[in-house]
């Protein structure tokens, strides 16, 4: 039987989306090898161009062409192998030009969270560029396919299902993710795949649905995939391979962390995030440089008000300043025990969804 992952004629004949991880961890060396492999490597928007010596004068501007930079790149890696595409916060400032940005670059695929994601089909019109929302509720499932079926007339071209094991910012209440069980979770997922099933059945088309969040090994996905999903996204496990974009502190900070480790923070944006526990988590001092300057990364960040700017926080870490960084990663990252390459990842997910070598 075939496994292949069709979004709505794009065909990636490993079921598997590399999920999209800001700042910097998923740009094209990780997205590149990931399509390469026949997956769907995705790079993430958020502060994009921030290795650029015109990021700190011009971040926005600088982002928006790092954007086509790395889908170019990410294309050349792949080879005409599996697909590249971004993902775009919709909470990001300035949201509708990254979009568009994306889709110019010829971006095969937009997956969008952190908000929803309401506006999204307008942008990509007229365009080869499948959409996705991430959801994490029925009722988010929902709100989304109603809004985009009275407004727009259409359904997603794919759903992207994120649980409460996931890696960054992080869609539910910290009280749900303290207390929310595997069993419960499953039900919900249940659920959203019937949202996908009426919405899709209005329009004559099967909505693909990936699950996200805690999915590891080759057995992690088994279990999704009978669970009736059409395949998986998965970051946290990339992390920790030789292509991923982050510094190789970043990916040792993963290798040495025990189950304790990885912990629930308040991101000074208002949602919370997981992250690996580290100085930086521990300091309650925290504080932005005296001539500290906005990056200009999300809409509703308020600057007098956050005790750290996350884009410093987020870009120290990936650049390996673990001491004043933030690192981000899923429930699983504690799973990581040595660097691998993504071919060998990607081989133990085709297994797992029984294709042939
Ligand atoms: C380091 C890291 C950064 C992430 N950054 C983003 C992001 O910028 N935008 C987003 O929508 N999701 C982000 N995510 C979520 C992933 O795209 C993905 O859906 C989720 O982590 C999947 O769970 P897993 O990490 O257990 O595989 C991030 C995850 C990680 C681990």
Redesign the pocket.
Known sequence: MSRALMINGLTAPVPVIQ?????G??LSGLAGNVAKCGGIG?I?T?QIGYQEPEFEEHPIETNLKAIAKHIRRAKEIAGGCGAVGV?I?VATRRYEEYVKAAVKAGADLI????GLPAVLPSLVEKSRTRIAP?VSSIKSASVICRLWDRKYKRCPDLM?I??P?????LGFAREELEKITDAEYEKEIQGIMEVSKEYGAKYGYHIPVVV?????DGTDMENALKLGADGV???????TTYECD?SDRYKQAYIDAEEEDIVLVQSPVGMPG?AVKNAFILDKEKDKPENWKCHQCLEKCNPANIPYCITDA?VNAVKGNLDQGL???????FRAKKLEHVSEIMEEYKKAAGMCE
């Open positions: 999920g999209g991880m800001g700042v961890v998923s995705i993430s958020a993902n916060m997956i969008s969270g952190a991430v992207v994120e649980g094991k996931a890696g960054g910012h996200a969040g805690g999915i590891y996204q998965v970051a946290t496990r990339f992390v982050a997981r987020l690192i981000f990663c899923g429930s699983n990252a």
